[in-house]
């Protein structure tokens, strides 16, 4: 029986990565023989001159790809939530009015640097887990 060269060459991937099964190679095998130029071909590059096999994910591979961004995508909103809320809360400012104009412009955190620095540590702490959850999703995308 004659095989044509297109047909061994959509098999060899799956020959060259090893997954092709024994009656496979062996059909492979024999067709090199008969053919010096497309064996040479094959001796020289390798698997590199051949398209690699690619076999789509398993659905459930995608269900817990999918339920983890979700989950990821949550913290991170709850994070950017608190991330502005505690800075906010540590950049609160005393502004006095004198005769139409500001007089005094005062962040309170240095009057109250117990009370005003906890919530900017919080904050500061927020911001690095928000920013490391951000990159996480976009190199997830990539």
Known sequence: MKIERDVILDLLPVYLSGEASSATRDLVEECLKEDPDLARR???HGAESFPKLSLPPPPELELK???R???LLGVQRWLFALTITF???ALATRV???GGRIDLLR???LDYPLQFG???ALGIGCWIAYRRIRRRLRSMAE
């Open 96 to 98: 006095e009015f004198h």
């Open 107 to 109: 962040p309170l955190i």
């Open 118 to 120: 906890i919530p900017l």
């Open 65 to 67: 790809s999918l339920l």
């Open 42 to 44: 094959v001796r020289e």
């Open 87 to 89: 800075t906010s809360i």
């Open 69 to 71: 961004t979700r989950r």
